[in-house]
């Protein structure tokens, strides 16, 4: 099939058309923002089950939310392909970020029944409930229940109601007892492949529609508390305060430098509390997140250390208190070569072709790869632009990603 063919085009405009539908559905009137188990979450939920029973799925929600479909072999006990990726969001995201991939293997599968294809395996759909890690401030719960490793303090983590995660199950009607045999993989997954927008600039700037993921960088989360003395702004001298925002911000400083000196080494801090949040009062403590991320996970571990002597050095100076903590780390994780040469040549008897890329994003795919052989392919980010309300896709890569996803899937090999 030729690109900007008609055919190419309205399957391509249906799924672009199907992610907007989505993002409507949203918590936050006037942009989008689906949080792990939300009411907007839910209605995704019944609107993605309404797609996958059109297309002759089988279909569940299981227990830790995770909406699932399952395309069957006629073969009796045949092994099963995994296809997954989000559906929940940062706020006021863009409309494409995770869900382009649910989206995008769901028209997969229509476009197997049109052409009444027979696959020796079945294919299970699964559209991941949490990913981001907004709400719980724990990212991959949904992936991690998947490959059984969601342990019971996860289940306690709260929100910022101090609702916890099981809570938030029992509310929604699911049972978090029950997550080590609802949300388990099927025994016979052989093969996944995660399908999901490059967050980043690299193939806009070549031109490019996608490209094969070769792994997916290593990060570190750290929670960093620098704890000082509130105070009346008017009547405390400058050389008598222990500020514990003039501290945090000498070291926010420390982490943009520390990045800039230890190329590829990426840094943020990105969310900030100060208390107690007065105009007249000298803040006392300040809450700090930190994410670290770089290929070599020797260098990243090096950066986190240098960066908690860092924190300390800052808040010495002021008499405040400088603590830390790891909240999430994981290591980078390169997909199966097996499979990464299979997409890779997929894409090319697809026509675009595709390079190989490291991701500088997290993705489930990480979480699933140590289990099951996995693959992951990128979808081009016009402009980088991800995380945002602007996020967007070109109908030309998608189709792109569409035929490469249908030529990988009618070759895969078991």
Do not use: Y
């Not at 600039?201 to 000082?228: H, K, M, T, Y």
């Not at 792109?400 to 895969?412: D, G, H, K, N, V």
């Amino acid at each position: 099939m030729t690109e900007g063919s008609p055919q190419s085009t309205s399957r391509a405009a249906k799924i672009i058309d199907r992610c907007r539908e989505l993002a409507c559905i949203t918590d936050v009137p006037g942009g989008t923002t689906r949080l792990f188990l939300s009411p907007a979450t839910r209605e995704a939920h019944t609107k993605l089950l309404g797609w996958m029973q059109q297309a002759q799925l089988e279909t569940r929600i299981d227990d830790i939310g995770n909406v699932r479909g399952i395309r069957r072999s006629a073969i009796a006990g045949a092994p099963t392909l995994l296809l997954f990726s989000h559906i929940d969001t940062v706020p006021n995201a863009g409309p494409f970020d995770g869900l382009l991939g649910v989206i995008l293997s769901l028209a997969a599968i229509e476009e197997l029944n049109d052409q009444h294809t027979i696959l020796p395996f079945n294919i299970e759909l699964i559209a991941l409930s949490e990913e981001e890690g907004i709400r719980f401030t724990f990212p991959f719960l949904s992936s991690l229940a998947l490959t059984g490793q969601l342990a019971p303090a996860h289940l306690t983590r709260t929100d910022a109601n101090s609702i916890t995660v099981a809570e938030a199950l029992r509310n929604v009607g699911l049972n978090p007892d029950r997550v080590p045999t609802s949300c388990a993989l099927l025994p016979n997954t052989f093969a996944a492949l995660e399908v999901h927008i490059e967050q980043g600039p690299v193939l806009d700037e070549a031109n490019e529609s996608i490209a094969v993921v070769r792994g997916i960088i290593g990060q570190s989360r750290l929670c960093f508390a620098f704890e000082g003395q509130a105070n009346h702004a008017g009547t405390t001298p400058m050389p008598l305060r222990h500020d514990a925002l003039a501290a945090a911000a000498e070291w926010i400083v420390a982490v943009e430098r520390c990045a800039a000196t230890h190329s590829p080494l990426v840094a943020t801090v990105g969310r900030l509390e100060v208390l107690p949040g007065g105009i007249n009062i000298v803040p006392g403590r300040v809450n700090a997140t930190l994410d670290l991320r770089h290929p070599d996970d020797r260098v990243r571990r090096e950066a986190v250390v240098i960066l908690q002597a860092a924190a300390q050095q800052a808040a010495a100076s002021r008499g405040v208190r400088a603590t830390s903590s790891l909240e999430s780390e994981q290591a980078t994780f390169p997909m199966n070569a097996v499979l990464t040469t299979q997409l890779q040549q997929a894409a090319h008897r697809a026509g675009p072709g595709a390079r190989a890329l490291f991701s500088g994003a997290g993705h489930d795919a990480m979480i699933l790869a140590p289990h099951v052989p996995t693959a992951m392919l990128f979808v081009r980010s016009p402009h980088g632009l991800s995380h945002h309300p602007d996020e967007t896709v070109r109908e030309a890569d998608v189709e792109a990603a569409l035929a490469t996803t249908l030529e990988f899937i009618r070759t895969l090999t078991l």
